[in-house]
């Protein structure tokens, strides 16, 4: 029936989803405008969260001292909000500063580690010229999420570098079950 074919489905679905569970996810979406985060501040002023929204609000239309302050005000609040500290993230690496985009890493990553901050963190060690941290925190996230392709791009570029041809075979054999196109 349709019913057990969706519950079927949904049971498989699921089980094929579930090495995200526990992993921090960005959140994509838009910012709400900055009227309604503003609204939704004067309602709940100790709601972490909703610093937050006005926060990315701000951030939006270029307003970067209210952003921040916004920014700074949800992490008073709540210093374990994995969303607040993402953006803490973005904010710091656009500042190029690379001690608090790594504290903030690092703050995800003690609750919500995964493929995600595994490559971000990647990136900021290549960012620093550490091969190894680089080649260490692809290997997690591939470990992580085995289906996606960043991290394997990666290790593939470190072991042509490093010119390690057996390496470079097995990871060309995984790449290609993912990417056959590239």
Known sequence: SAADYDKN???W???????YKGQFI???????????????VKKAPNDAN????????????GKKDEGKKELDQALKLDPKNLRAHYMGYQVAKALKDMD????HLAAIQKDGDGY???????????AKKDKDGYRVH?????????TQPEALKGLLQVAIEDKKDVDQLV?????????QHD
Do not use: N
């Not at 990871?171 to 990417?179: G, S, V």
């Open 9 to 11: 489905f949904r049971a």
């Open 13 to 19: 679905a699921l089980a094929r989803l579930g090495r």
């Open 26 to 40: 960005p959140d994509q979406s838009s910012p709400k405008d900055v009227d309604a985060a503003e609204d939704a």
């Open 50 to 61: 909703a610093h937050l929204e006005l926060a990315r609000s701000y951030f939006s239309e």
């Open 100 to 103: 608090g985009a790594e504290q």
């Open 116 to 126: 995600t901050v595994r490559l971000l963190i990647a990136g900021l060690a290549k």
């Open 138 to 146: 692809l290997e997690a996230a591939y470990r992580f999420d085995p």
């Open 171 to 179: 990871i060309l054999r995984r790449y290609t079950q993912i990417e």
